[in-house]
């Protein structure tokens, strides 16, 4: 595996660009002219709890116009169509780091078949300046998953790519398993963290947010489960009762600092997928509907 690159070296993305480039691995940015600019200038500055303090140089440009082996796809969801216009050259393998699940067939719409795997990864990460990224959270997972059996030599070769750096990367059994995984967690920890403005060691301990954080588990493993996950409805209330008391959401970081929420990529998915497979989710729809409202948004498609 001869070149990365890395779409959106915001939090997720500037962190994995800059740990692959300090592991010596052949990797590029593409962003914005503002992060363009600073990464050329200073690098990417990192705070990692993982890996310490470090500062990252490598290649940065505004648009990939050659080939490469790897496109990690790390923007937001709302930021996804702008971004996509940046990469004039299709790469081999295209790998989304985005909330959601959708984001992968509009994705595949965009590239064409035998490109585009399902990639997650669960830390916490923040931007506070172009260049700059903070990782917070105390471990890092990085999982992969390619239902494309043409696809999946090239997955396993980037999974050992992140081995090398130091991350923790596994193989999933399928996409919809590992999107789901991490969803069944990431949507009721976003949705109750972002309209309660509280971390989820106050979420799981309050009565009344308790009970909307089990429900909203609920809700969502259903739709998991309806989407051939096979989710163990106990797991993700597992992972959040272990969640260090401090731990918040980017979708609350985003409401508080008035960037657009993933209300549409996290909940709006989830209650789309529901209402296929004639799921109620009234309290995730409850939740998603005051988080647009708080952010002026319409409410999400599908409700």
Same mark, same amino acid.
């Given at each position: 595996?001869?070149?990365?690159? +890395?779409?959106?070296?915001?939090?997720?993305?500037? @962190?994995?660009?800059?740990?692959?480039?300090?592991?010596?691995?052949? +990797?590029?940015? !593409?962003?914005? #002219?503002?992060?363009?600019?600073?990464?050329?200038?200073?690098?990417?500055?990192?705070?990692?709890?993982? @890996?310490?303090?470090?500062?990252?140089?490598?290649?940065?440009?505004?648009?990939?116009?050659?080939?490469?082996?790897?496109?990690?796809?790390?923007?937001?969801?709302?930021?996804?169509?702008?971004?996509?216009?940046?990469?004039? *050259?299709?790469?081999?393998?295209?790998?989304?780091?985005?909330?959601? @699940?959708?984001?992968?067939?509009?994705?595949?719409?965009?590239?064409?078949?035998?490109?585009?795997? $399902?990639?997650?990864?669960?830390?916490?990460?923040?931007?506070?300046?172009?260049?700059?990224?903070?990782?917070?959270?105390?471990?890092?997972? !990085?999982?992969?998953?390619?239902?494309?059996?043409?696809?999946? #030599?090239?997955?396993?070769?980037?999974?050992?790519?992140?081995?090398?750096?130091?991350?923790?990367?596994?193989?999933?059994? *399928?996409?919809?398993?590992?999107?789901?995984?991490?969803?069944?967690?990431?949507?009721?920890?976003?949705?109750?963290?972002?309209? $309660?403005?509280?971390?989820?060691? @106050?979420?799981?301990?309050?009565?009344?947010?308790?009970?909307?954080?089990?429900?909203?588990?609920?809700?969502?493993?259903?739709?998991?489960? $309806?989407?051939?996950?096979?989710?163990?409805?106990?797991?993700?209330?597992? #992972?959040?009762?272990?969640?260090?008391?401090?731990?918040? *959401?980017?979708?609350?970081?985003?409401?508080?600092?008035?960037?657009?929420?993933?209300?549409?990529?996290?909940?709006?998915?989830?209650?789309?997928? $529901?209402?296929?497979?004639?799921?109620?989710?009234?309290?995730?729809?409850?939740?998603?509907?005051?988080?647009? #409202?708080?952010?002026?948004?319409?409410?999400?498609?599908?409700?």
């Amino acid at each position: 595996m001869s070149s990365i690159v +890395v779409l959106g070296p915001g939090g997720v993305g500037g @962190f994995l660009a800059a740990v692959l480039a300090r592991a010596g691995e052949d +990797v590029a940015a !593409v962003g914005r #002219e503002r992060e363009a600019e600073v990464i050329a200038q200073d690098g990417i500055s990192v705070q990692s709890r993982l @890996f310490g303090p470090f500062n990252a140089r490598l290649p940065v440009s505004t648009e990939l116009t050659s080939q490469a082996d790897v496109l990690l796809v790390a923007t937001k969801a709302p930021t996804l169509p702008e971004a996509l216009t940046r990469i004039k *050259s299709a790469p081999r393998l295209v790998v989304p780091f985005l909330n959601g @699940f959708e984001h992968v067939a509009a994705l595949r719409s965009y590239f064409g078949d035998g490109r585009v795997a $399902a990639g997650v990864i669960r830390m916490e990460t923040d931007c506070p300046a172009p260049g700059h990224v903070v990782q917070s959270s105390p471990g890092v997972r !990085v999982e992969l998953a390619a239902d494309d059996a043409s696809l999946q #030599e090239a997955v396993r070769g980037l999974a050992e790519v992140l081995l090398r750096t130091g991350l923790p990367a596994q193989i999933g059994a *399928s996409e919809a398993q590992v999107l789901w995984c991490k969803l069944v967690r990431l949507a009721p920890l976003a949705c109750t963290t972002s309209v $309660a403005d509280r971390p989820i060691g @106050f979420i799981r301990t309050d009565p009344h947010w308790r009970s909307v954080l089990l429900a909203v588990i609920g809700e969502v493993v259903a739709v998991a489960n $309806a989407e051939g996950a096979q989710i163990d409805p106990a797991s993700p209330l597992a #992972e959040l009762e272990s969640a260090h008391a401090t731990l918040g *959401s980017s979708m609350q970081r985003d409401l508080a600092a008035g960037r657009e929420p993933e209300v549409e990529a996290i909940p709006g998915a989830v209650l789309r997928a $529901a209402a296929r497979h004639g799921i109620e989710c009234p309290t995730l729809a409850g939740l998603a509907a005051a988080i647009a #409202e708080r952010a002026g948004l319409p409410v999400p498609a599908g409700l």
